[in-house]
């Protein structure tokens, strides 16, 4: 079942966006809100890290076996996410399929954005491929197929139209640091936090890492450049049993769940 994401989805570096990915989700009100008020992941922000990751390794790379494994997973904490509309609130539920659709642009985009400053530009033929195959990972779920813009032109207005709309507030900006600074977590975990909200603040849009609160100036911006230069000089020779290792654990641990 390996198709075009066979050298780029199965990249561990790709997990250094994931920061950027859940604060540009939660930006959006709907799932932000949604997830402050029926979810837990600021308190085990591994366990949503592993549970996106299996899913979407299982789509791209899994048995069929596998994928309905992990699309059952995804289902299961999905209905827990729900509230009806009133006074105070619009209302939202996982299964929106417009949440769904900004839940998957995010992590397409963050996919290409921290590739590209690995491994450089993708060229045409790979970038419509890899645009292609992450429409199956909304629509392997609740996702109308015909919701996913139709080309990555398409793609570029949704995206530009969507970040117009993002905003922060108390509720988000709450979920944010607690997802930055955690109280707990392995000792492993506290030690990378520092480098890792760096690195989420350099992959952010401007206006984003403006509204989170998250200091930034030309200093930073010329240490972030560094920093993913020097970390791409690191990572692309390594073996690649090394690059993919997480996309085999989560599979294996899948198996056996």
């Not at 596998?66 to 539920?93: I, K, M, P, T």
């Not at 905003?167 to 506290?190: E, F, I, K, Q, S």
């Not at 692309?236 to 599979?251: A, D, E, G, T």
Request: charged share 25%.
């Amino acid at each position: 079942m390996v198709r075009g994401l066979a050298n780029i989805g199965a990249e561990s570096v790709l997990l250094v966006g994931a920061g950027r990915a859940i604060l540009m989700q939660i930006a959006n009100p709907a799932v932000g809100h949604g997830v402050a008020e029926h979810s837990s992941f600021a308190e085990h922000p591994l366990d949503r890290l592993r549970a996106t990751m299996t899913y979407v390794y299982a789509v791209v790379y899994g048995t069929e076996d596998q994928l309905a494994a992990a699309r059952r997973r995804v289902n299961r904490a999905h209905a827990r996410v729900r509230r009806e509309a009133d006074s105070h609130s619009q209302g939202y539920s996982a299964f929106d399929a417009q949440s769904q659709l900004w839940v998957v642009a995010t992590l397409y985009d963050t996919v290409v954005t921290v590739y590209e400053k690995i491994y450089g530009d993708l060229d045409e033929e790979t970038a419509d491929r890899v645009y292609r195959d992450y429409a199956r990972i909304g629509t392997s779920l609740q996702l109308p197929e015909e919701l996913w813009p139709a080309d990555r032109e398409a793609f570029g207005a949704y995206w530009s139209e969507c970040l117009q709309m993002l905003g922060t507030d108390a509720v988000t900006l709450r979920l944010a640091h607690d997802l930055l600074h955690p109280p707990g977590g392995p000792l492993w975990l506290r030690i990378i936090m520092p480098p890792a909200r760096f690195i989420t603040a350099g992959l952010l849009p401007d206006q984003l890492r403006e509204g989170f609160g998250l200091p930034w100036s030309a200093r930073h911006r010329r240490r972030f450049d560094r920093t993913m230069r020097t970390f791409g000089m690191v990572y692309r020779p390594l073996p690649q049993r090394i690059r993919h290792w997480f996309k085999n654990y989560y599979l294996a641990q899948l198996e056996t769940a």
